[in-house]
Nanobody, 124 residues
Framework: QIQLVESGGGLVQAGESLRLSCTASGVTFSRCAVGWFRQAPGKEREFVSS????????YYADAVKGRFTISRDNVKNTLYLQMNRLKPEDTGVYYCTQDRKLWGGANPYTPNYWGQGTQVTVSS
């Protein structure tokens, strides 16, 4: 059974940084694409970033490109999202996700497993 547990959210001021982590259970993490989505209050859930199983290719939403960096550690079964120069519009619940397909790419990315989410709040 796949379980994804996020951590690292919090309240920061605009311009500051946060690093989200996601620890995955199960034996397939290292062989699957993973990524992050977010949902702002009153808005639909949206794609943030994804990375293929090897960590060799990553993708970003235009809104975060150049500020966020996704990475993974397949030995530790952990996914990261480094968020720099945060803006108030980055506020939301951030979800860690994993694809079911083995050895798949990360674009397009349609995950099958979701974590419970971690709250990120950026004040102006």
């Amino acid at each position: 059974q796949i379980q994804l547990v996020e951590s690292g959210g919090g309240l920061v001021q605009a311009g500051e940084s946060l690093r989200l982590s996601c620890t995955a259970s199960g034996v397939t993490f290292s062989r699957c694409a993973v990524g992050w989505f977010r949902q702002a209050p009153g808005k639909e859930r949206e794609f943030v970033s994804s990375i293929d199983w090897s960590g060799g290719r990553d993708y970003y939403a235009d809104a975060v490109k150049g500020r966020f960096t996704i990475s993974r550690d397949n030995v530790k079964n952990t996914l990261y999202l480094q968020m720099n120069r945060l803006k108030p519009e980055d506020t939301g619940v951030y979800y860690c996700t994993q694809d079911r397909k083995l050895w798949g790419g990360a674009n397009p990315y349609t995950p099958n497993y979701w974590g419970q989410g971690t709250q990120v709040t950026v004040s102006s």
